[in-house]
């Protein structure tokens, strides 16, 4: 569309030349290698995300086909509850390093949820709520502080937040809530929420501002309150973007893995309660990655939670582009 | 433009002959402080040699042993004989192992409890998780909260070896990175224990271990010297084959007086 619009404006015919028009064919050249760059870039990145899952997959492999990996660590002791002493009710427990190796992933499974589920608990309200007041509410002063100040927050190394949570967060959070554990799902929660809310907030901020003018003039127009205008009219409005920032933050909390290795605990504890000490699937392929020997069944397993966390992300954002779609087209005229 | 090619020429060169004369050291957790001194003491008195140290804990040292990517294993246990097999496998010669320190592996709890010794059996209930409260081993009514290394840790096998017999951790304990996390822990948590070098203990309690001839003792020296801290365990180094050249000259060093009076020094107690 814009090359046929400045085509003629740029290359005029030019008198007593033979060839016609030899820098349209030359831009036109041009053009087409840059758009083959481009393309072979895409499709690098592309080949690179199919690789690595290969890569991941192909190392968790011999869970399938080797019978020796099989028999420390099939899919039944995986899921399934194990009788882990004589005269006590079966259980789960991980305990790769052991005389009996117990690979169940109940309790990693249990405990990413927790973290993930705390981390969110708090920053989708609070990054939204951020976003709708700079995008809304705040002055234009403020506006121009609030968002970067939140943006470097997004640049702090995950390291820095997790001492912060381990030293400071989980005493302060103790002395509050007298949890037994010191180190627990709360605590690595809301450490991992510091990291959650910039990205929530950063692209709710941006979608919000992307809702044209003439929506709020319209509502304001009939009479509704600034705060009507903004919860009723703007936000249901910015909801695809505003979606996908809390798909972008729930990934971004479900592979964290330094925040929950420091301030979690570690401990493989099944239960529901989020006083009680974690252990993220992330973090016990941090911890324990380093001592495997390659090709062992517990080196299976650790790439077996890789796949893991891979198809979890690939779901949630499979489930969350199409709740997109049946959203914007439900707000674009309502045809379904 | 062709002097900076040059110089870079001259850096691409000198880094491979660096990094090739290293003698790289991995492993224990337990050794990093340790072998760090020895590797910067060995350094300043033989100028251009070069000794890179790592810690990542006493299985990652052995992994690394076996996968052929250092020169000498630092590890705080013996070499499992499945380990040992292995580097047969892969180098068809038996690692060699040397005893290069000892160490006591010290009970640490809050300095606000008032247990001051333990058996090795109580040690073995609360760690497996059926003792729960400190009343049961004669402290205040206080749950207890169990903290350990994390898998690859020497310590952690050490300690699941001596004192649980084999049998696996409670799930309720936490694994932590490093005995400085541990003893961090347990000086913030009132019915905290945790375990570790002796040479780690600030800010927490050390309690008396219950030996055989039923006395307690503190992980001190002589104690550990004697033999008489029923905790007590020798520092090891692996190589892949006998040490010979570089690795030697180095190994040789850290069994020499002035090596040994470092181990003094750092808090582990020597060999000879």
Known sequence: MAESASVPAIAPLRRGEDRPLPSIRRRQLREAAIRGVITLIALTGIAAVVLIFVFVAREALPLLTDPEVRGEASFGKMFLPQVLRPNRPPGFMWQPVSGVPKYSMIPLFVG?????????????????????????????????????????????????LGFFA?????????????????????????????????????????????????????????????????????????????????????????????IVLMASGNAAITSWSLGDSVRTLPATIAAEMGEVVFGGAHYSVLFFIGVELFLFTFVLNALAAGFVKRLVRRMSGGKA | MKRMLLALAAVVAVVPALASAAVTVKGSDTMVILAQRWAEDYMNKNPGKKVQVTGGGSGTGIAALINGTTDIANASRSMKSDEKGKVRERYSVLPTEIPVAQDGVALYVNEANPVSQLTIDQLHQI?????????????????????????????????????????????????????????????????????????????????????????????????????????????????????????????DYCLSPEGQQLVTKVGYFPIK
């Not at chain 1, 705040?138 to 702090?156: F, N, Q, Y």
């Not at chain 1, 205008?229 to 809390?246: I, K």
């Not at chain 2, 104690?223 to 190994?251: C, D, Q, W």
Request: no cysteine; hydrophobic share 50%.
């Open chain 1, 166 to 258: 381990l030293m400071v967060m989980a005493t302060w959070l103790q002395s509050a809530f007298g949890f037994t554990f010191r180190l627990n799902a709360v605590v690595a929660g809301l450490g991992l929420a510091l990291t959650v809310i910039p990205v929530i907030f950063t692209v709710s901020e941006d979608a919000l501002q992307a809702v044209p003018r003439a929506y709020r003039e319209a509502s304001l127009a009939l009479g509704a309150t600034r705060w009507e205008t903004a919860f009723r009219v703007v936000l249901p409005a910015a909801a695809p973007g505003v979606l996908a920032g809390v798909v972008l933050g729930f990934g971004r909390s479900i592979g964290e893995t330094m």
């Open chain 1, 112 to 160: 990413t949820l927790k973290v993930t589920a705390v981390s969110m608990l708090v920053s989708v309200p609070v990054g939204i709520a951020a976003a709708l007041y700079a995008s809304e509410f705040a002055p234009r002063r403020l506006r121009e502080v609030l968002k970067p100040v939140i943006e470097l927050l997004a640049g702090i190394p995950s390291v820095v």
């Open chain 2, 127 to 251: 760690y497996v998780g059926d003792v729960t409260n400190w009343k049961q081993v004669g402290g205040p009514d206080q749950r207890i909260v169990l903290y350990s290394r994390e898998n690859s840790s020497g310590t952690y096998v050490f300690f699941k070896e001596h004192v649980l017999k084999g049998d696996d951790y409670a799930p309720a304990a936490q694994t932590l990175p490093g005995t400085a996390a541990v003893v961090n822990a347990v000086a913030k948590e009132k019915g905290g224990i945790g375990y570790g070098g002796a040479a780690y203990a600030k800010g927490v309690k050390e309690v008396k271990v219950v030996g055989a001839d039923g006395q307690a003792y503190a992980p001190s020296a002589e104690n550990v010297k004697s033999g008489k801290y029923p905790l007590a365990r020798p520092l090891f180094m692996y190589t892949r084959a006998k040490p010979a050249g570089e690795v030697k000259a180095f190994i």
